[in-house]
């Protein structure tokens, strides 16, 4: 059987359609090389897509910064109005203290390697703002009414701010503070400078505020009874506290058996933890970093270097940075451990609020020479440890002559006041910013959301009166607010509720709360005073004229006592009025019933005789000796 027509014709277009196919897919083969080429090129354009959007994102932030640069004066030049310098002590003796009270067993003393960190931190402060502070001449010459240095009244705190006065003003001319003259103003040199005749000038003067009980600032953490209830009964019975014990019960062990002292059922307890770092390590830092032969001068055995090897060493160092900061860096920011508070604002309100008053007033430099508690209490009330462990590069603990730095500038144009927090760690040439950030108030200062703002430094910065206003959300506002948050019943402030005049608070400032210490006492003998403006006097004058000055107080115990003494005095006084009316009473009954009874025969009875006055001025008493001779033996009630 031969084909039809029609199906020679359906089998032609059949073979025509497979050739084309074919070809097709020949093309495709052919061209398969250039498939992951189109591909690549494809990821390249949304790269670069991907860049042009965080340009402009960048450049759109940039733009509204710019725009808004009316209000928030960040394009005008600033001036650096003033540092505030936060120290931990240099290196010391060792020392123990009890893990419940935090109070210390010994008096720890600078070593000369500490006397070098802090003389080293003077210098490098020196180095780094002669050219900034005030115009350029501030830290030229020590001046009392620009520089002010505070310390706890601890001997290592005194010899650290001592040695760091040292570094940062090492010349023996100095300004007398007397007259009000800025130090870039031409007379300033004429008018204001002397030089000591001595071989070495004085010791500059370092404040303290008098028994450690009434340190309320930098010593906060050794006199708030609220903070060392939640050490006792909060973090050292959490399961994270004892969990952390038990991954190292090692390393725990082994030191009890080094010092048995310390230790409970063989180990050491981890908030005793403490007792068994500090001597190792000061051993390790005086007898193994220093040249000096004087080891033995700060620790009670020299072997307490090697007692454990460098990394078992490691390990503990490890331990005890992580147990401070769960004691001392816990702000209300604090997530990683549901329920348990125990810094949170109660270690660094009073010292934030002391700068922020200073802020805006007379004074360019302030050095706090301080503890390691103080710089970490001081970041968690700023809610700021988190973001310090990070830009430290992993401290969480302080080392010795190491500083946190406030820096307050100044707009020229607008005359806006900016707020910035550094920390220059002794081990580090240079500081680093330290970020400040809240997440309900969206604070976020200290670095940039994009780094490549070169125009803008300020862009980066916090507005102070930002800082206040954040401050006065979540931090204690006054040493009132810190007495009764703290439950203390013994530091002077919190007994009489009045604080000290602080001569550097600021008189403009919208939030003025004075926190300076009690007893202005420096470490020389000698009290400040020189250099007061007349706005310190019509500071002054105002509290004078205040409620609290004349002794009144609002609070409800205040009111309440009030109340019971008038009450008390009152009742007192009825009773009083009451007793008197009974003995007259009394008298007047007895003296009636002898009258009575003088009309009785009795021998023993009296006579009185009744005198007629007018006689008596006329001199015609008769028998004026016998009315004598009857009067005597009368009782008189």
Request: net charge negative; proline share 3%.
């Amino acid at each position: 059987m031969f084909p039809s027509k029609t199906m020679i014709t359906t089998t032609a277009f059949t073979r025509k359609v497979s050739l084309a196919l074919f070809l097709l897919a020949a093309t495709a083969n052919a061209q398969g090389n250039e498939a992951p080429l189109r591909v690549l090129q494809t990821t390249d354009s949304l790269k670069e897509v991907m860049d042009q959007t965080a340009a402009a994102k960048q450049q759109a932030h940039q733009n509204a910064l710019v725009e808004d640069h009316e209000k928030t004066d960040l394009l005008s030049p600033s001036v650096l109005e003033q540092i505030h310098v936060i120290t931990r002590h240099g290196s010391r003796s060792m020392m123990s203290k009890d893990a419940n009270s935090l109070a210390e067993e010994g008096q720890a003393t600078l070593t000369p390697l500490g006397q070098q960190q802090l003389y080293k931190l003077g210098q490098w402060l020196r180095e780094s703002y002669k050219d900034r502070l005030g115009h350029g001449k501030s830290l030229e010459h020590y001046n009392p009414s620009l520089h002010r240095f505070e310390s706890t009244n601890l001997d290592r705190t005194l010899s650290s701010a001592n040695s760091l006065s040292m570094g940062l003003f090492p010349s023996k001319t100095r300004a007398t503070g007397i007259h009000n003259i800025d130090p870039d103003d031409p007379k300033y040199d004429e008018s204001m400078l002397y030089t000591s005749l001595l071989e070495q000038a004085p010791s500059i003067p370092i404040y303290t505020g008098g028994k450690d009980y009434n340190d309320v600032t930098l010593r906060s953490f050794r006199n708030c009874p609220t903070f060392m209830n939640r050490l006792i009964n909060g973090l050292y019975t959490s399961p994270e506290w004892i969990g952390l014990e038990g991954v190292h019960t090692g390393l725990l062990e082994k030191l009890g058996r080094i010092f048995p002292e310390f230790a409970v059922d063989g180990k050491i307890p981890l908030q005793s933890i403490w007792n068994v770092y500090d001597p190792m390590h000061v051993a390790r830092t005086e007898c193994t970093k220093t040249e000096d032969d004087s080891c033995s001068a700060f620790v009670t055995h020299e072997t307490l270097a090697s007692a454990i090897s460098d990394a078992e060493f490691d390990q503990l160092e490890q331990i005890m940075e992580y147990v401070e900061y769960l004691k001392f860096g816990r702000g209300l920011d604090a997530t990683d451990m549901s329920g348990i508070m125990t810094a949170g604002n109660l270690l660094g309100s009073n010292l934030l609020w002391k700068i922020l008053n200073r802020a805006k007033g007379d004074g360019d430099f302030f050095l706090y020479s301080a503890h390691a508690p103080t710089l970490i209490g001081f970041l968690s009330t700023l809610q700021a440890a988190e973001d310090f462990y990070t830009a430290s590069q992993g401290e969480r603990f302080v080392d010795y002559g190491s500083a946190l730095i406030v820096e307050i500038h100044k707009s020229k144009d607008k005359g806006k006041y900016f707020f910035v927090l550094k920390y220059k760690s002794s081990e580090k040439e240079n500081a680093v910013n330290v970020v400040l950030k809240e997440s309900t108030t969206g604070i976020k200062c200290g670095q940039d959301d994009f780094p490549n703002l070169p125009n803008i430094p300020k862009a980066s910065w916090c507005a102070l009166d930002e800082v206040l206003i954040w401050a006065g959300i979540y931090t204690l506002t006054s040493e009132k607010e810190w007495c009764k948050a703290c439950n203390n019943k013994l530091a002077d402030v919190c007994v009489t509720g009045m604080s000290a005049f602080d001569e550097y608070s600021s008189s403009s400032s919208s939030m003025t709360i004075t926190n300076y210490d009690d007893d202005d006492v420096s470490a020389s003998g000698t009290s400040s005073g020189v250099g007061k403006s007349r706005t310190e006097h019509k500071q002054v004058d105002d509290w004078l004229a205040s409620s609290e000055f004349m002794g009144f107080d609002d609070s409800a115990n205040a009111t309440t006592m009030i109340c019971l003494l008038f009450f008390g005095g009152f009742s007192a006084g009825v009773i009083l009025m009451g007793l008197v009316w009974f003995s007259t009473s009394c008298c007047n009954k007895t003296k009636n019933d002898r009258k009575t009874a003088g009309d009785d025969t009795s021998p023993s009875s009296p006579t009185v005789t009744v005198v007629d006055n007018d006689k008596i001025h006329g001199n015609e008493v008769a028998g004026s000796d016998e009315t004598e001779e009857k009067l005597n033996g009368k009782e008189i009630c």
